[in-house]
Nanobody, 123 residues
């Protein structure tokens, strides 16, 4: 089995910073693209940032210049550094990974979601 576990959410004042982590565990052969999504209260889930296996990144316009996505391939972990947080960043943040895992000598693709971590920004 493979899993994604997120951590790092919490309550912070506007202008503050948080760093989210997403660790993949299990029989992972490779991680292709990884992304962070968020779901604000009463709204649909939206894409925040993505990073490819080669390190190319993309960001939603609403977070450009404030958020940074990065990855540590040795630890199978992706991070989301969030600076200059605003109340409108309040949401449950989810990690998503497009990966390949191993079952014996067989390699299989899988899309995984983490359980979500709450980020609350007070004004």
């Amino acid at each position: 089995h493979v899993h994604l576990v997120e951590s790092g959410g919490g309550l912070v004042q506007a202008g503050g910073s948080l760093r989210l982590s997403c660790a993949a565990s299990g029989s992972i052969f490779s991680i292709n693209a990884t992304a962070w999504y968020r779901q604000p209260p009463g709204k649909q889930r939206e894409l925040v940032a993505t990073i490819t296996s080669g390190g190319s990144t993309n960001y939603a316009d609403s977070v450009k210049g404030r958020f940074t996505i990065s990855r540590d391939n040795a630890k199978n972990t992706v991070y989301l550094q969030m600076n200059s947080l605003k109340p409108e960043d309040t949401a449950v943040y989810y990690c998503n990974a497009d990966l390949t895992y191993s079952v014996g000598v067989v390699h299989l693709p899988r899309i995984l979601w983490g359980q979500g971590t709450q980020v609350t920004v007070s004004s």
